[in-house]
């Protein structure tokens, strides 16, 4: 029998480890990394009257992993191992089996030696080792003479991979005038090769291109400046090289590198700096207030916030006269007027004008002050001025209206200048409104030119201009505001249009509406409105008008109960005054509908229902009901189409003239029946004016007709009637020759008594109050609503 056991062993040495695979190994249990395979053979002998005899065990095979160099280029394959077992006595009767990953395909096994080869060239990164099955068997027999045992096969790593920068090229910035060794990025390169095995993965970095601004950590990769206060307005873009050396960086190591591109980014080092100490302007003296009169800039070598600055006026004369912004886009001082020029009164002003960093960085207040002063001379120019008005607008009021011609206001110009020439007064009709006004060219009073409406347009702009009559050429313009006032001249009206419901179990008292009214006047001539119902009118038995005096009113009530089916609209007429000067009124008619609500007075249906619907039946029942009588109705046509078909004649034959009696076994359809018996005769006898025909025969003699007079048929009673046609019956040339039987009946006058049906029953008074079906619950609510109909109609 065989047994096997693993056990751990420590990898001593190998002899070779390109040509020998075979590395021989000490016992030390629970100590080392590598293992092998141990399998042992007990062999045990029975002889009969012996005793057992113990032998031995031998050692069958014993190896440790196997090594084989990557990246292998020769012509022959490369040798890997020897696989031996102490079953083999060099005969060839043992065959080893190699199986696993690659056997056969990259691994070859001489059967007969046990000689491992690599038929190909191994790459390590791509598989660091393989792991395969050896067996030894009989050839003969083909038996297994050891079991199955597992080996590894290990890829060695030889230096064949550079180092790789996976992240490059690199951008980065750092502070211009940072200290030396500040940190600016740190570079990793990456090496394929196995970092367990030799200085094959051990990497060194070094600077190639970027001293001396700038060094790198051979051992981290670490980039550091190694300059003091390098300047950015000096320079402000680096490009830096870094190599990556393998083998430690010793001679023959593979090696790669990568760029980074630095660029030192602003800080506020660089105070601003007016170009000029002196700067002089002219500006006009017709230039206008608010208008930007000239620019002035201080230059800044910072960028960004760094430069942002601001100008300020600090003193001079003119400081009341022009004011400094500044534009953040160009960073120019920019300056307007704030107050008009006169020539004739000051001639120039003089203004010092400071620009100033808003952000300041304290590390370098050293360099500062981060402010510059500069001195601004302005020099009034003198030139012909337009007109100018005695104010810069006007408003004016005139009330709705009012006649044309009426007088709105006057406005009021003069010629700054020493000659003072006369003024000469007209309107820009560039708008529709400027039409509505005219204006006196030597006073500037302003006049209407139309009647106005203040509910149509409230206010009016115009724009006066003013020109010297020497120089027509110099025009001034002044706006105009024209105010119409309100007088009262609209009567108040319902806000919208009102939908109002009343529920059909609506108690007396109960508000069903509030209003409200609106008044195209203002509020002087219509703020307060009051709501009445119309005097002329007789008084309204179901609703009533309250004035909350809040400028609302409410619709309430004034009886219990409201039917659909007796009325389902009404109409109420509402008085609406205002407050005015006179005081306006007008009528507006509500619409009342009545609808049948819930208990909590949600409106259920405002539209009136069928008989049916009001006891509750759905659309669905009312549906099956419909087809139900179609049904029937094409059953009955079709019994009276094959009744009529199968019905034989009187006569049965033409030879047969014996005395029958035919004998009719079927019922009468009433007096419905218009295909039965005609017994309108009977009961007038008077229709029997025109004589009737047999329809069973074709008379051969045609009958004299009988004319009696209407007087003596209206006196005949119905036994003289039935005598008079038994006469005519005999004496009827076209009836048959045999007897025939005729029957008349009379069904006599109507009773002197009334019916006792209930169908009429609601028709009747009562005194009963059905109020308290309402109380009874969700199944009686269509009860409660009949009953309190016929209690409101009965009201009404």
């Known amino acids: 029998t065989f047994t096997g056991k693993i056990e751990k062993k420590f990898y001593t040495s190998c002899i070779c480890p390109v040509l020998v695979c075979l590395c021989f190994v000490q016992r030390c249990y629970g100590a080392a990394h590598h293992g092998s395979i141990k399998v042992t053979r007990n062999q045990t002998k029975h002889v009969e009257g012996e005793t057992e005899v113990h032998h031995r065990p031998k050692r069958g095979w014993v190896w440790n992993q196997f090594f084989v160099l990557e990246e292998h280029m020769g012509p022959d394959p490369q040798y890997v191992g020897k696989l031996h077992s102490n079953s083999d006595k060099g005969d060839g009767s043992v065959k080893y089996i190699l199986t696993g990953e690659g056997a056969g395909t990259i691994f070859i096994i001489d059967d007969t030696t046990g000689d491992i080869h690599s038929t190909k060239s191994l790459d390590r990164e791509q598989k660091t080792h393989y792991v395969l099955h050896a067996q030894a068997i009989d050839r003969r027999t083909n038996k297994p003479l050891e079991p199955e045992s597992e080996f590894i096969i290990k890829v060695q790593d030889i230096n064949d991979n550079a180092p790789k920068f996976t992240d490059g090229p690199y951008i980065v910035t750092v502070p211009e005038m ?439 039946l759905s659309t669905g029942a009312l549906i099956a009901i419909l087809l139900c009588v179609v049904i029937l109705l094409a059953i009955v046509v079709l019994f009276i189409t094959l009744r009529r078909s199968k019905k034989e004649p009187l006569i049965i034959s033409e030879e047969d003239v014996r005395e029958n009696v035919v004998t009719y076994d079927d019922e009468g359809g009433g007096e419905e029946d218009t295909e039965a018996f005609d017994i309108t005769a009977l009961r007038n006898p008077s229709a029997a004016e025109e004589l009737k025909y047999r329809r069973d025969v074709r008379p051969e003699v045609k009958p004299v007709p009988r004319h009696h007079p209407s007087s003596s048929l209206d006196s005949i009673d119905v036994q003289e009637f039935i005598k008079q046609r038994l006469a005519e019956a005999d004496l009827d040339p076209s009836v048959p020759p045999y007897d025939s039987l005729q029957t008349y009946a009379y069904e006599g006058h109507r009773s002197e008594a009334g019916s006792i049906s209930s169908l009429d029953s609601a028709t009747t008074h009562s005194d009963q109050d059905y109020n308290y079906l309402g109380d009874w619950g969700p199944e009686f609510k269509k009860l409660a609503e009949l009953y309190g109909e016929i209690e409101s109609e009965r009201t009404t």
Not at 207 to 235: C, W
């Open 178 to 616: 940072s200290e030396m060794g500040t940190s600016v990025l740190q570079v990793t390169a990456t090496d394929a090769d196995d970092p367990t095995y030799g200085n094959s993965a051990r990497v060194v970095y070094s600077i190639l291109q970027g001293q001396p601004y700038f060094s790198v950590d051979p051992k981290t990769g670490v980039i550091r400046t190694a300059l003091h206060n390098m300047d950015r307005e000096a320079r402000e873009h680096y490009s830096v090289v870094i190599q990556a050396k393998d083998m430690a960086g010793q001679v023959g190591g593979l090696s790669g590198s990568t760029t980074v591109n630095i660029t030192l980014t602003d800080v506020n080092d660089n105070p601003p700096r007016f170009p000029q100490k002196h700067y002089q302007l002219y500006v006009p003296e017709s230039a206008q207030v608010g208008s930007d009169v000239g620019k002035i800039k201080a230059n800044d070598a910072d960028t960004g916030s760094n430069a942002d600055m601001k100008y300020t006026i600090i003193n001079g004369d003119g400081s009341g006269v022009f004011s400094i912004s500044t534009d953040k886009e160009t960073r120019e001082g920019i300056l307007s007027l704030k107050k008009p020029l006169n020539y004739e009164k000051k001639k120039s002003y003089t203004l010092n004008i400071e620009g100033a960093n808003t952000h300041l960085d304290f590390r370098f207040s050293h360099l500062g002050p981060f402010k510059d002063v500069t001195m601004l001379k302005i020099i009034v120019g003198d030139v012909d001025e337009p007109p100018l008005f005695t104010m810069p607008s006007y408003v004016m009021e005139v009330y709705e209206n009012a006649k044309i011609g009426t007088t709105v206001g006057t406005v009021t110009a003069q010629d700054p200048d020493t000659a003072n020439s006369l003024v000469r007064y007209f309107i820009d009709h560039n708008t529709e409104q400027d039409r509505y006004f005219t204006i006196d060219a030597s006073t500037g009073t302003i006049k209407t030119a139309k009647i106005f409406d203040r509910e149509e347009t409230p206010w009016y702009n115009i724009t006066v201009a003013a020109s010297e009559i020497d120089n027509p050429g110099l025009v001034s313009h002044v706006p105009v505001g024209v105010r119409i006032l309100d007088v009262n001249d609209n009567p108040p009206e319902l806000a919208r249009e009102y939908d109002v419901v009343v529920c059909e179990n609506a108690k007396p008292g109960q508000v069903i509406q509030t209003i409200t009214a609106t008044d195209k006047d203002n509020s002087a001539n219509g703020a307060r409105f009051h709501f009445s119902l119309d005097e002329g009118l007789s008084l309204n038995p179901n609703f009533t008008l309250r004035d909350n005096e809040d400028n609302t009113a409410s619709i309430l009530t004034r009886r219990r109960r409201y039917s659909r089916t007796t009325q389902d609209i009404y109409y109420l007429p509402v008085l609406i005054s205002d407050g005015g000067v006179p005081p306006l009124s007008s009528s507006s008619t509500l619409t009342i509908r009545v609808c049948a609500c819930e208990r909590d007075g949600r409106v259920r249906t405002c539209h009136a229902e069928a008989f049916l619907s009001s006891a509750g």
